[in-house]
């Protein structure tokens, strides 16, 4: 890839290509931490969208849920895929940005409280860790995809239980 004059252009296998899937792969380091890195990742999900939600209006906030986790699909899948490429692994704990992506999903159509973020947190680390069916077999999809898109489909499950528990009155926001 031919790189602009003006550096817009980052090539493939440049050093800041690489440090830019780091990043984002292990959102901004959450996914370091020595013990859990996925629930790391988690909780940073969740710690980004209550402070983020402070400056965005409730009736916008399910917009700008699907918008980042849109955002943290697109930019993960190639940054999941260099980082396992890079460390030879299939799915390398370090790498959550799925953890994210699935997080900003289970939160999409929650009133923003402690008690549903904590709950929203719960139910998606279970789906995520058990993984019940087809969630198990989406882990098969080739690099990145298989990485992220378990997640997504945790994060839906999430996502539905939580809107059961609210629509039913089981949990008050």
């Not at 009736?59 to 396992?84: K, N, Y």
Request: proline share 9%; aromatic share 8%; with cysteine.
């Amino acid at each position: 890839m031919k790189v602009a004059p003006d550096n817009l252009v980052t090539a493939p296998n440049s050093p800041r290509a690489r440090t830019w899937a780091w990043v984002v792969a292990t959102f901004f380091g959450s996914g370091r931490l020595p013990v859990a890195p996925g629930t790391g990742g988690s909780a940073a999900a969740v710690l980004l969208w209550w402070g983020l939600t402070r400056w965005i209006p409730p009736a916008w906030q399910p917009e700008m849920a699907i918008a980042l986790s849109a955002v943290a699909i697109a930019v993960g899948i190639p940054a999941a895929t260099r980082v396992a490429r890079e460390m030879g692994r299939k799915d390398p704990g370090c790498v959550v940005i799925d953890e994210v992506a699935g997080q900003l999903i289970t939160v999409i159509a929650a009133p923003v409280s402690w008690k549903t973020l904590l709950v929203g947190f719960i139910l998606f680390r279970a789906f995520d860790t058990t993984k019940p069916p087809p969630l198990r077999w989406l882990e098969q999809l080739p690099e990145g995809t298989g990485i992220v898109v378990d997640d997504i489909g945790a994060g839906l499950y999430a996502l539905a239980v939580m809107q059961l528990l609210l629509h039913y009155r089981v949990m008050s926001a």
